[in-house]
């Protein structure tokens, strides 16, 4: 399965090879390595030299070269929110225009999905009880602020101080400061075995794993050994009704199969469906496809 995400009014995949890609964001030009884009580029070498902001990547020596006054953070909207982009010494800029297919699924379950209030002492009910959502190495949040967005009460964790606090700007410029967010800088582990200590359950799980990485105390984790074990502490704190799974990839080597796997032992004794594939984008023009990572999901019946 492909999840394609094609021109937004600010956002467009311009052109791509010889392993860079060359992006609009809201009024500028971007160039930044990609390895997947192992083509030929169609547009030439001038196109590429109006870009406003480029990245270089020298053996270890990484920076950006940004151009024309062009300021070292903006905002821009897309997919329905609002972001604060920044250039980063690893090439990412705060914001994965590859996730919008996987935006739109879940805000629609979530809007369809609602539970009914339980009946009060009067017998009476209103309004319905929010699907609460756990949003796992949560980043910047695009995903934790289209959830809340549509109506959920969302746990955003991630173990980086400064990617929480720029995911708060984010839900600040998205009108969602008073959204029922719980931003937490914790080991994702340690915090699951909390949560399954406090008896506390959610409808829907979000993650993105990396391949390696650290928690705010210097916890360490790696994918090829840490993985199961996460699926595994999910596992106890969903609800006894789930909605949905989101489980996204950008580890080389890894196969949507292997999250598929893991979601079919996972959600074995629910009704669901099961999905996987590759997330791209397309360039406008020439309508190429760029491979941008992998996702595998399932969702209610």
């Not at 379950?109 to 009914?116: D, F």
Request: net charge neutral; charged share 30%; hydrophobic share 40%.
């Amino acid at each position: 399965m492909i999840l394609k995400t094609i021109k937004q009014k600010e956002y467009e995949l311009v052109d791509s090879g010889n392993g860079q890609k060359l992006e609009r964001y809201g009024d500028f030009l971007m160039s930044r390595p990609d390895p997947e884009a192992l083509w030929k580029k169609n547009l030439g070498e001038k196109e590429w030299m109006g870009a406003d902001l480029e990245f270089i990547r020298n053996g270890t020596k990484n920076k950006w070269i940004i151009k024309n006054g062009i300021p070292n953070n903006w905002e821009m909207s897309f997919g329905g929110l609002k972001f604060s982009i920044k250039p980063t010494s690893f090439k990412h800029i705060g914001i994965f225009p590859e996730q919008l297919p996987n935006w739109e699924w879940m805000s629609e379950l979530i809007r369809c999905g609602k539970r009914p209030c339980l009946k009060g002492a009067q017998g009476k009910a209103s309004g319905s009880n929010p699907i609460s959502v756990l949003n796992l190495f949560a980043y910047t949040g695009g995903a934790t602020l289209i959830c809340a967005k549509a109506g959920a009460e969302v746990c955003h964790v991630d173990g980086s101080k400064n990617a929480v606090e720029w995911a708060r700007v984010n839900a600040e410029l998205s009108g969602l400061k008073d959204a029922p967010i719980r931003w937490l800088i914790e080991d994702v582990v340690l915090f699951l075995k909390r949560e399954i200590k406090r008896g506390r359950k959610y409808d829907a799980i979000i993650m993105d794993p990396p391949s390696f990485g650290h928690g705010p105390k210097d916890e360490l984790w790696k994918i090829e050994e840490d993985f199961l074990n996460l699926m595994e502490l999910c596992k106890q704190v969903l609800s006894d009704d789930p909605l949905f799974i989101l489980i996204n990839g950008y580890t080389a080597g890894y196969s949507s199969i292997v999250y598929q796997n893991n979601l079919m032992d996972l959600m074995k004794d629910y009704k669901g469906k099961i999905e996987g594939g590759e997330l791209v984008i397309e360039e406008t023009k020439n309508k190429r496809l760029l491979p941008c990572g992998i996702f595998a999901r399932w969702s209610k019946e």
